[in-house]
C-alpha cells in the first residue's frame, strides 16, 4: 500500500512562505505525477499544482501561479510545494496525491488521482 506523508504546515503572516513536504513510500509504484489539493471547511479539495515524475514539468492553478512552486526529488521519493507571498485565502489543509495515469485534460480532478496523504494544516493570519 502506498503511503503519503505530509509535513510542513503551520502559522504563517500573509506575505510570508511556507514549504511542504510530501514524501512517498514508493516512487516507483507506477505513478505518473504527484499533485497537491486544498480544501477549506464545508468545500472539496480543490487543485492547487501538480508534477511529473519523469521531465519534472509542473502545472499550476491560475490562484497559485507566480507564487507557489511545486519540485520533485526523485531520489528522496518526495515532492515540495514552496509557498510564497501567502494570503490569508491560502488558508487550507493541503493534501499531496499520486496520479497513476497522469492526463493534463484531468490533472485538476480529485478523482484523477490514485493515492491520498492525511493533509496538513496552513494557516496564514496575522
Known amino acids: 500500500q502506498v503511503r503519503l506523508v505530509e509535513s510542513g504546515g503551520g502559522l504563517v503572516q500573509p506575505g510570508g512562505s511556507l514549504r511542504l513536504s510530501c514524501a512517498a513510500s514508493e516512487r516507483t509504484f507506477t505513478s505518473d505525477a504527484m499533485g497537491w489539493f486544498r480544501q477549506t471547511p464545508g468545500k472539496g479539495r480543490v487543485f492547487v499544482a501538480a508534477i511529473t515524475w519523469s521531465g519534472g514539468r509542473p502545472y499550476y492553478a491560475d490562484s497559485v501561479k507566480g507564487r507557489f512552486t511545486i519540485s520533485r526529488d526523485n531520489a528522496k521519493n518526495t515532492v515540495y510545494l514552496q509557498m510564497n507571498s501567502l494570503k490569508p485565502e491560502d488558508t487550507a489543509i493541503y493534501y499531496c496525491?499520486?496520479?497513476?495515469?497522469?492526463?493534463?485534460?484531468?490533472?485538476?480532478?480529485?478523482?484523477?488521482?490514485?493515492?491520498w496523504g492525511q493533509g496538513t494544516q496552513v494557516t496564514v493570519s496575522s
Open positions: 496525491a499520486a496520479d497513476e495515469r497522469f492526463q493534463i485534460a484531468t490533472m485538476t480532478w480529485e478523482s484523477e488521482y490514485d493515492y
